[in-house]
């Protein structure tokens, strides 16, 4: 059986790591290579970069730290920010990242996410879907932040997503984003059962229990989360034995890593 995964999300600008709700309101939570290389040790399964206001801003991804965070992981590391072209994937793969997110620009120029997965194969190739519920079961996508409405469908978009090439998909609901009052459990219970790539949660944990929930009742395969962990709410280690405790699979935590100090020695 597939372990689920635990992800933390280190949510970038003017490079510091930050958090706020629905984008706004940040919060400054540290370096991002330092809290990378510490995630690394604490048992993350993936590490998810996303540099918030690159397509905003009309301006690249920070490559230099990038190629800083990808040196200090052992870990799948994915990128995401900015990203409108083949030349900005191979540049960032080549940086290290393992996988590369894109969101408004699949949505704007959905050619690319078939390109890229020719290019580096599907796995490489993460659609990141921003929603915000417009009714009873059913959410429109957003863009830019989540700050410009599309009119898409957002299930419809998630199948489309799947048809072109996306290897997985990083499904985030702007209504809970930085709330800690839990995923949106209809929304990706409804994504998983239309597609058959991996879905990521995104958007509301704030306990081990939401975790779960994410798991069990949105049919997850992997959850990302920011603040819980970036406040020290609650440990990675804390996650996985309370979703172990329940029957959930997960890779264990290396117990010796954890002792390791930031330099790599015990």
């Excluded at 706020?20 to 540290?30: A, E, M, S």
């Excluded at 490559?63 to 030349?87: D, H, K, W, Y």
């Excluded at 996988?99 to 659609?127: D, E, M, Y």
Aim: hydrophobic share 40%; net charge negative.
């Amino acid at each position: 059986m597939l372990t689920k995964r635990l992800i933390p999300c280190l949510d970038v600008k003017d490079g510091r790591v930050v958090k706020g709700q629905q984008f706004i309101n940040l919060k400054d939570h540290g370096d991002p290579v330092e809290m990378a290389r510490a995630y690394n040790q604490a048992g993350a399964d993936e590490l998810v970069f996303l540099d918030i206001t690159a397509t905003r801003e009309k301006r690249e991804i920070m490559r230099e730290m990038v190629l800083q965070v990808a040196a200090c992981l052992f870990i799948p590391f994915t990128v995401g920010g900015g990203i409108t072209s083949i030349e900005d994937f191979r540049s960032l793969i080549a940086a290290g990242a393992d996988k590369i997110s894109i969101n408004s620009a699949a949505v704007c120029t959905p050619g690319l996410i078939s390109r890229a997965a020719a290019k580096f194969g599907s796995q490489a190739v993460v659609v990141a879907i921003d929603g915000r519920r417009r009714g009873s079961g059913s959410w429109e996508v957003l863009i830019s932040g989540g700050t410009e409405e599309t009119g898409l469908e957002l299930v419809d978009w998630a199948r489309e997503a799947q048809d072109r090439g996306a290897g997985e998909l990083l499904l985030t609901s702007m209504d809970r984003d930085g709330s800690r009052d839990g995923y949106d459990l209809e929304m990706l219970k409804a994504v998983n059962q239309a597609v058959s790539i991996p879905v990521i949660a995104s958007g509301g944990a704030g306990s081990p229990e939401h975790l779960y929930q994410a798991f069990t009742e949105g049919e997850a395969d992997a959850a990302l989360a920011a603040s819980i962990w970036h406040q020290d709410s609650y440990s990675i280690k804390e996650g996985k034995e309370y979703l172990a405790e329940r029957g959930i699979p997960v890779r264990p935590v290396d117990e010796e890593l954890l002792e390791e100090d930031n330099d790599g020695r015990k």
